[in-house]
């Protein structure tokens, strides 16, 4: 498989993980809010014909390289506010403001966080491309993805079980002490293709209850087809929102060995819970069908 990593084309530092090419149009969100455009440790270009979308700005076209938000060890928000303040997120006012800049300060990309459609970042046609084949062979994306549709198609049993721990934050680590801790869980999916959900079981939780999880297709396709890590680092999680109109927004963001997951609004109950990193990766990792570990419990160096 090819991967790219790309670098500051001032002062040479990496700005990127290894990035691989997206080819599996399931892991694609183009119209959906807050969610990540694609994948973490994955990229596509932006004049790429699957990315017709009204949320992916034709204006930006001298930034060709979509990925999905990175942790400012890697790239940097500007620190002019007024080109990254949008009214809940990160946001751009114009195809002449970047606001994603280097270590070094080179301004270098655009990033979108805010309310409406994915979140994405893109970098500048300038970035410099270092290249590498790795020698492993791709995963057997077909048999995953027939896998995963199998089991979406399972019907939500359980009716959404409240476990408080409200409020908790991703930024506020103090926090997520609030937040029902599950030492063991089981993962299971269901719902259908259209609407589908995560049901989590739990001995911490009451018997029978379960929590119940919505989550677009593209980002069950990331967990269950790529085996996408199950979190993001605290200071920038990863998130998903469900195209359902009173779907809640759900974060899941890792600080040290702990992941917070967070679930809130609209007009719905808020509650958050957390886990090991390595408790909840086995759970994904038994939902794919396999046996042990499968998720490098800090793949962000690959
Ligand atoms: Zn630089
Ligand atoms: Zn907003």
Not at 81 to 108: F, M, Q, S, Y
Not at 198 to 207: H, K
Not at 250 to 261: A, C, F
Request: negative net charge; charged residues 25%; aromatic residues 8%.
């Amino acid at each position: 498989m090819r991967s790219i990593r790309f670098r500051c084309p001032r002062c040479d530092v990496p700005l990127t993980p290894r990035l691989r090419a997206l080819e599996l149009m399931e892991a694609l969100c183009l119209q959906g809010d807050q969610t990540w455009l694609l994948p973490a440790g994955w990229f596509v270009r932006r004049d790429d014909p699957r990315l017709a979308s009204p949320y992916l700005a034709t204006a930006l076209a001298d930034y060709p390289w979509l990925l999905a938000p990175l942790p400012s060890r890697w790239i940097r928000v500007h620190p002019d506010p007024a080109r990254t303040t949008g009214c809940c997120g990160l946001n751009w006012w114009g195809p002449d403001k970047p606001n994603l800049v280097c270590r070094c300060g080179h301004e270098i990309g655009f990033g979108h966080g805010d309310c409406i459609g994915p979140h994405w970042y893109s970098l500048h046609a300038s970035t410099v491309r270092e290249e590498a084949i790795a020698e492993t062979a791709p995963p057997d994306y077909a048999g995953r993805l027939a896998r995963a549709r199998e089991l979406v198609a399972a019907p939500i049993t359980s009716p959404p079980h409240d476990p408080g721990g409200r409020p908790a934050m991703a930024d506020d680590v103090p926090s997520w002490d609030r937040a029902l801790h599950l030492a063991e869980l089981e993962l299971t999916c269901g719902g259908g293709i259209e609407d589908p959900s995560l049901m989590i079981a739990s001995p911490q939780l009451p018997a029978e209850a379960r929590l119940v999880v919505p989550i677009p297709w593209c980002q069950l396709v990331r967990q269950l087809v790529l085996a996408e890590k199950p979190w993001a680092e605290n200071e920038v999680p990863l998130g998903w929102k469900s195209p359902r109109q009173d779907a809640p927004q759900v974060e899941l963001s890792r600080h040290r060995q702990r992941v917070l997951m967070t679930v809130w609004g609209p007009g719905r109950s808020e509650w958050a819970v957390t886990m090991r990193p390595s408790t909840w990766a086995d759970a994904w990792a038994r939902l794919r069908g396999e046996d042990g570990e499968s998720v490098e419990l800090d793949a962000t160096d690959r």
